[in-house]
């Protein structure tokens, strides 16, 4: 299966700075099927980016997603206090599917 | 609107069975490939597998092949999973999650439920 490694394993910021999030893959993940989801306490998941770069419906554009291969990026260009929380990436071209093991980003 | 709807909290004992379900409704159920994401205490996420709701094709990760059971009941929208002997390492948050593309399982996941969280303690 595609181990996926993020990094760092926790980030802190402050309100109003700009958060780089990194998440490598073992193997090539395939078409660019890269997620990347933002879990609050005590809620589920939601999804932010998919296909590497396309943010879902609703996100802001303050989210952006880049990269290919085996290395990826998600970046916050200006965190906001509701953007505080734990950020998984997720592979869904090769099953099984699998996640990394999370990059909380905590304030300062 | 799309939900995906899950059923509360359990507490079981070691051994016992467990069947939790995951209503969606606001789409297309038939069409959309369902599937279940555990998160154990304070950890991170695991596709555990995932069902075509039109025909019941499933599949399963391999870490969880034959430990647990996928189903839907496509005549209520509503998609199942379960175990037949509980053990206390399957205390988890269990997610229900919507495959994001039409008919296509290897997919993002734009709609979770709201999670299942089950203990199993003696």
């Known amino acids: 299966e595609i181990v996926l490694t993020q990094s760092p394993g926790t980030l802190s910021l402050s309100p109003g700075e700009r958060a780089t999030l990194s998440c490598r893959a073992s193997q090539n993940v395939s078409s660019s099927y890269l997620a990347w989801y933002q879990q609050k306490p005590g809620q589920a998941p939601r999804l932010l980016i998919y296909g590497a770069s396309s943010r879902a419906t609703g996100i802001p554009d303050r989210f952006s997603g880049s990269g290919s291969g085996t290395d990826f990026t998600l970046t916050i260009s200006r965190l906001e206090p509701e953007d505080f929380a734990v950020y998984y990436c997720?592979?869904?071209?090769?099953?099984?599917?699998?996640f990394g093991q999370g990059t909380k980003v905590e304030i300062k | 609107e799309v939900q995906l709807v899950q059923s509360g909290a359990e507490v079981k004992k070691p051994g016992e069975s467990l069947k939790i379900s995951c209503k969606g409704s606001g789409y297309s159920f038939t069409n959309y490939w369902i599937g279940w994401v555990r998160q154990m205490p304070g950890k991170g996420l695991e596709w555990m597998g995932i069902i075509y709701p039109g025909d019941s094709d499933t599949r399963y990760n391999p870490s969880f092949q034959g430990q647990v059971t996928i189903s839907v009941d496509k005549s209520i929208s509503t998609a199942y999973l379960q175990w037949s002997g509980l053990k206390a390492s399957d205390t988890a948050m269990y997610y229900c999650?919507?495959?994001?593309?039409?008919?296509?399982?290897?997919?993002?996941?734009?709609?979770w439920g709201q999670g299942t969280l089950v203990t199993v303690s003696s």
């Open positions: 999650v919507k495959c994001g593309w039409l008919l296509e399982w290897l997919s993002p996941y734009d709609y």
């Open positions: 997720q592979q869904y071209g090769r099953s099984p599917g699998t």
